[in-house]
C-alpha cells in the first residue's frame, strides 16, 4: 500500500488530454507568439518534471492554476521550458561581416556627431549574440571605441537564458578570430571563458516580451533578430516585422537569420541574403 503511494507520486504524469495541449498552446501563442501546436511531445517532456517537482496532479491540474494565478516565476519557468535558447558564438558569421564592412561604417558616419549608436539584439538568448556585435564593434571603432557610445540593449523573454547571459560564461568555439580570445575574455577556470568587464559593461539586458509594443527612448540604427521568428505563424511574424520597421531609424537595418525570411510585401529592403534596411 505504501509502496503503491511512493510509486504514484513519483510516476510520470499521464499524457496531456487534446483539450489541456489546445489551452495551453492558445495561451502560449496569444501571450508570447510561440506556435506549439506541432510540439505536443516537447510539451509533454519538459513539462512532466515541473508537473511532478510542484505536486500537481496532471497537467490539466497545472494548466488551470497557471491560467488562472500563475505566479510571474511560475510563467517564467514555464517559459524556460517551452524556449529554444540554442545559441553559440560567430553563428552565421556572414552577418557579422557585412555588420562589420558595411553597416558600421555607415553608422559611423551618420554618428559623427552624437557619437552613439544604437542596436538591440531582440531574443538575444543566453548572451553570446550582442557579445559578439559588441566584440565586432570593438574591433572595428580599436582606439576610437572610447569615444563611442556603444552600448547595446539585449532582450530576451527567458530569465534563465538571461540570468546566463549576464554570467557571460561560456566555452570558446573554434572559429573566434585570432587575437580576441586574449582581447575579448577573462578566463574563468575550468576551460571556462568569461567575457572581459568592457564588453560586458557594453550590453544592457533586459526582460522584454517581443509581442509587447515596442516603446524604447530612442529608434534603433540595427535590430538583429535571429532565429526567433522561426517559432512563430506568419500573421505573429508580419505584425512583428512592421513593429521593427517603426523601431527602426530611415537608413537602418534588420537582421534575420539565412533560416528565415520576412513576407514579400515587407516595406524593408533586402540588401543581403538575411539582412533588410529601412527605405
Ligand atoms: C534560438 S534563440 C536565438 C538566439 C540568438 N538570436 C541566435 O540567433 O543565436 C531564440 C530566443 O528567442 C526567445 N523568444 C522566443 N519568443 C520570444 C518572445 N515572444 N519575446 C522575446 N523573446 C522570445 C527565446 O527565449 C530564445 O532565447
Redesign the pocket.
Known sequence: MEDNKIEKSLAAPAMISDADFRRLVAFVQQK???DLHQKRQLITSRLAGTIKQKGFKGYSEYIDYLLSQGSSDDINQL?SKL??????FM??IGAFEYFQSTILPDMVRRHQRDKCLAIW??????G??PYNVSMYIMDYLGTQASAWDTRLLA????MN?LSKAQKGIYELPDNLPAGWEKKYFVSAGAGKHQVAPHIKRNVIFRQ????DPIHFKRKFDVI?????MI??DQPTKKALTERFYEATVPGGYLII?MSENLSPDTPYMRVGPSIFKKK
Open positions: 508570447y507568439g510561440i517559459l524556449t529554444t535558447n540554442y545559441t553559440y553563428r552565421e539584439s531582440a531574443g538575444c538568448s543566453s553570446e549574440e532582450t530576451d523573454l527567458s537564458a522584454f516580451n517581443l509581442m538583429f533578430c535571429r532565429n526567433v517559432y512563430f537569420s
